[in-house]
């Protein structure tokens, strides 16, 4: 009776009722016009891209136990947790987490080539890398679904991987290490905004991005984990700068390679690009034209990165690229035009993914907007930039799905980079709601990862 109480107060359990309704009601009625006959564009698991069966072994309910002893010592031994041991414990969640598959292959191996045509299965095909990428434009509509609609610098990546050590565990293990590379950086970042002495609450907040659905299925052996790494580097640089109001050559170097490298691997990267444009203007309406002249660096660096250098010493043409990955992706074009109903409901989709993926209780918190669990506006040291930084992020991305992209699901993945965003507005959460908060996500991702296999 005081547990409900204390919920009651501190958390909009309406709102999370009616999240869990509306997405139960909206799934019922895809199934039911799909049975019908009616082509809706969405899958049978709306809102959810990419299901399969869990393989429901003996050991994986066993490790999701783990998860979840691990997820509770973490969350009520926090306060005692350096940036070394706090990375530790996010690594773990995250590894538990997806031993729920039942073993480390099925968790860390088979991703990369069960269904035949990930980056994997175009890296291993590649003889001559320098030819290989000389040639990209001219192969890409011949190449497999993921390698032609990406940089070929993805599948590089990979081949250069496995020219140091033919093996797929090894490649597992070196995108895993680099995908977790992202709690440093997330660390780093809620300590700007918090400081040492809200210490317990950064690490809260780290331990909380680690065990969101979203963080915790597809960072592991996953390229969108790397891509996450390298958006949270150059996010700390942006805010870096924003909060200290200067440019330094650290916080250019950072937000420069987490950018380029994420350019290197997706063309999602414009999100960046567009979500720090926005929030810079935010800055310059307050008279900090810092932000935007760093930007103004930073943009002409990588406009000569990617199409002088590269073009001239690799023969590599970016923009040609990406033409030919749009229109591979959208041969008919706009498909607002030629398929109203079914751009609607993948919009509706995009959306609801991420939500889902965020967690349910965390997405009531996010969508109440109540000043009551969510302070936003009073966090420490923010100046209202965790406010200003998260609805650029969000313009950003509402801006990208009206433009047709992400044609149908797969943005909890594809778009892994928004959580961040999400997260940085929780710094002054209340703490009761914040706690709540945790154990909600803890559990969706203990039975999500419990009934079902969501590697692309």
């Known amino acids: 009776m005081y547990l409900y109480k204390e919920i009651k107060e501190n958390f909009p359990l309406r709102t999370f009722l009616l999240i869990i309704i509306t997405w139960i009601v909206l ?44 997820g509770y010592y973490s969350f009520y031994n926090a306060s005692k947790f350096n940036a070394f041991s706090c990375y530790i414990f996010c690594t773990l969640l995250i590894l538990f987490g997806n031993l729920g598959q039942g073993n480390i292959h099925l968790a860390m191996v088979e991703s990369f080539y069960i269904k035949g045509y990930e980056y994997y299965s175009d890296a291993i095909l590649i003889n001559d890398w320098k030819y290989w990428l000389d040639h990209f434009n001219e192969n890409q509509p011949n190449l497999l679904i993921h390698t032609k609609t990406h940089p070929p610098f993805i599948t590089l990546f990979h081949y250069f991987i496995l ?43 780290t331990l909380l991005f680690s065990i969101i659905p979203s963080v915790n299925i597809y960072t592991i052996v996953s390229v969108d984990g790397i891509i996450l790494s390298f958006a949270t580097m150059s996010l ?42 926005l929030f810079s203007f935010f800055q310059l309406f307050k008279n900090k034209s810092t932000l935007i002249l760093k930007l103004l660096i930073i943009t002409c660096i990588l406009l000569f990165v990617y199409f002088v250098a590269l073009y001239f010493l690799l023969n590599y043409n970016h923009i040609k690229t990406f033409q030919i990955a749009s229109y591979l992706e959208n041969k008919n074009g706009f498909r607002g035009f030629y398929q109203p109903k079914v751009y609607i409901n993948t919009r509706i989709e995009d959306i609801s993914e991420v939500l889902l993926f965020l967690s349910f209780g965390y997405a009531a918190v996010i969508l109440n907007a109540n000043r009551k669990y969510l302070n936003i506006l009073l966090s420490p040291n923010s100046n209202k930039i965790n406010v200003q930084l998260f609805y650029s992020a969000i313009f950003t991305f509402l801006a990208m799905l009206v433009t047709g992209a992400y044609a149908t699901g797969e943005t909890a993945r594809a778009c892994l980079f928004i959580y961040p965003f999400f997260l940085i507005i929780l710094t002054k959460c209340n703490q009761i709601t914040l706690n709540i908060i945790y154990f909600l996500a803890l559990f969706q991702t203990f039975g999500m990862q419990l009934i079902g296999n969501f590697h692309w």
């Not at 019922?28 to 072994?57: E, K, R």
């Not at 995108?175 to 809260?204: A, P, Q």
């Not at 440019?247 to 290197?264: C, D, E, H, Q, R």
Request: aromatic residues 18%; charged residues 5%; positive net charge.
């Open 27 to 70: 799934a019922l009625l895809n199934y039911v016009a799909m049975q019908s006959g009616i082509y809706t564009g969405l899958g049978y698991l709306f809102p959810i891209s990419v299901l399969y069966p869990s393989h429901f072994t003996i050991t994986g309910p066993i490790y999701l136990l783990i998860f979840l002893c691990i």
């Open 236 to 277: 700390w640089g942006i805010i870096k700068t924003a909060i200290d109001n200067k440019i330094t050559f650290k916080s250019i170097l950072f937000t420069f390679v987490g950018l380029a490298v994420m350019s290197s691997f997706t063309f999602g990267s414009t999100f960046l690009l567009g979500t720090f444009g």
């Open 163 to 205: 020219f140091l050590c033919n093996n797929i565990l090894f490649l597992s293990i070196c995108f895993s290490l680099l995908s977790t590379l992202s709690f440093i950086f997330i660390r780093k970042i809620l300590l700007l905004f918090l400081g040492k002495e809200y210490l317990y609450r950064v690490n809260i907040l």
